[in-house]
């Protein structure tokens, strides 16, 4: 491969696949869906997929993946060229729905964590802030999780090509969790697990493996975050900080686990 | 044992090494068994195919919100009494893909059906869910079709059911959150079994309840029941009554409901509950679905699934104008009053058996026992008509 663009005539639509502020873990959630990539390639035309192909096609293009967070100058000027290039655009995984882990920051000075970490900090250019996409541009769907799942992927990408309604869950783990008949992790072990507050779509991976869930597809609809910190900070014995920390993780800048953090937050301060 | 008439009489002595003659006759005989087992420590329902998997030495823990399993030697049997699991996902799978068709020319093409259910037997059933399976037969559309309160039958369940074999273990041990003898369904079963058991020191009182129990009783090494053990097995479950964990009190209580429509306890459970829809999920007669439609990129067949859902979720009520039910207040006593209310005019029955699930699992341990106890509590409460309350944001 050349690397030149080169003109291809196609009635497929077009996919895009961009990468901002992230691991990559999303864009590899489609390349690791290996039974159906050929399905995939078949039914669209990947246009623009920088970890995947060389060949670049010009813009526009039918659907756009878009993944991380927006957390430098160039980034917040990019992410504008992208919504103009794509007809849906869809912003995938937790950095892009959230803001990320990388938004911990929010919390904190930028120029104190960057004199700790960079020799010469001065060659960075970075925002005061790590924000999820839609912050910044429309975005027509999202997709939770860190990293998404594969399945929910292809259902998304499935459903916009036949121009249906994608099945993606707003209600919480514990209902794929009672579904696949796990023992419950919280009532049985004693586990802090934030299964009964975060969004479903992970097909319960944590609590199939006897693990707490941790919370990386983020707030579910609704969520009563209260009721849970009451039963982790009272019988399981969870402190004020635990429950910040537990909030401020893959989706601690997404509301309403922001607000929620800075309310657990407040209490610390309260009983220092 | 081979040779011996036993008549019509329909009680015997299966001694504690004649249950592994139970479970080889049931596999000789084409069943797969089912029956509770330990998983990650919890009591759950799974097919055995020898006697030694049934969990055994071991006995339960319950609180609300809160379930330990803890090693006892000198434990009998069936020495605990409900898990998480009830025999619901059986007959009616938290997961089942309904139809699958593709498009050939002008016509669809029908690629499969639902599966064929297996053919079970499910020993160890408890009286709580001998009685909730009464309960979803009818809403399923299981048996006689004159007894009324009905839907139309579901194609699995009633093939499910129709094929299975029905071994109840009646209970002496009842846990801290069951109440079935305030619901009239246990702790030992009347009605609805093919066999039943009443655990003793050596052994089991064996009853049949139907021809097809018979038939197994006639494979089986029994004896005739001294009276003295007929006696000690209705003792046991005599005395599990008085042990209950929980009370509901009944009384009144359809009517008491429909009154305390406003009643400041639903505002308190608000604050509480979750709507993480666990109660909905363990619940034996819950039997709410939603079904979606999907499509495969590659060979472009669709397929339909039904998966359980809840009342509990958000979505569950949405419509064009948005959720009908949008706070947990509204959900939390839509449930609560259905279970033990409009139940009895949607099927006849109450939905609520008393096997304490929803308190047991619930994260948080909402009692729907104590919820109905304080409904009592006050007057009943009117408020303007067009008042409603809209809970968001957070508050902890």
Known sequence: ?272 | MAGVDHGIRDVWFLSMQGLEHMVRTLRAKGYTVVAPTVRDRVITFDEIVSVDQIACGVRDEMGPGRYRLIDDPLSRVFNYVVGQDSPKRLFFPPKLELVALHVEGKRFVLDRTSPKPPKLAILGVRPCDLAAIRVQDRVFGYGDESAGHRCEADTYYNQARKQSLLIAANCTQPGATCFCDSMGTGPRAKEGYDLSMTELGGGFILRAGSDDGRAIVNELPVRDPSPSEIELGQLKTDQACERMGRQLDTDGLKELLDEQIDHPSWDEVAKRCMACSNCTMVCPTCFCSTVTDSDDLATGTASRTRRWESCFTHQFSYTTAGSVRSSQRARYRHWMRHKLGTWWDQFGSSGCVGCGRCITWCPVGIDITKQAAGLRDHEPVKRHAGTHHIERGVTI
């Open chain 1, 1 to 272: 491969m050349s690397g030149i663009t080169i003109p291809v005539q196609t009635d497929k639509p077009k996919l895009a696949v961009y990468k901002f502020s992230s691991c990559d873990g999303c864009q590899l959630t489609l390349l690791n869906l290996e039974d159906h990539l050929l399905d995939i390639a078949g039914a669209v035309e990947i246009s623009f997929f920088l970890e995947a192909r060389r060949r670049v096609l010009p813009p526009p293009y039918d659907i756009g993946l878009i993944e991380g967070s927006v957390s430098t100058p160039e980034e917040e000027k990019r992410v504008h060229q992208v919504r103009r290039d794509c007809k849906y655009l869809i912003a995938i995984g937790a950095c892009a729905t959230s803001g990320g882990i990388q938004s911990l920051r929010n919390w904190a000075n930028v120029k104190e964590y960057a004199d700790l970490v960079y020799p010469s900090p001065e060659y960075l250019k970075t925002l005061e802030t790590s924000t999820p996409v839609a912050a910044h541009v429309f975005i027509d769907f999202e997709l939770r999780g860190c990293p998404i799942n594969g399945g929910q992927l292809l259902e998304v990408i499935s459903a916009l090509l036949a121009g249906r309604k994608p099945n993606i869950p707003s209600y919480s783990v514990c209902m794929e969790c009672k579904r696949r008949g796990l023992p419950c992790v919280l009532v049985s072990k004693g586990e802090p697990c934030l299964g009964p507050i975060t969004q479903a779509g992970c097909g319960a991976l944590c609590p199939g493996c006897s693990r707490a869930c941790y919370g990386c597809f983020g707030p579910m609809d609704q969520p009563n975050i209260g009721a849970l910190g009451g039963k982790l900070t009272g019988e399981l014995g969870k402190t004020n900080r635990d429950m910040k920390r537990m909030l401020r993780s893959f989706n601690g800048y997404l509301d309403p686990f922001k607000p929620a953090s800075d309310e657990y937050e407040r209490l610390e301060q309260q009983e220092k």
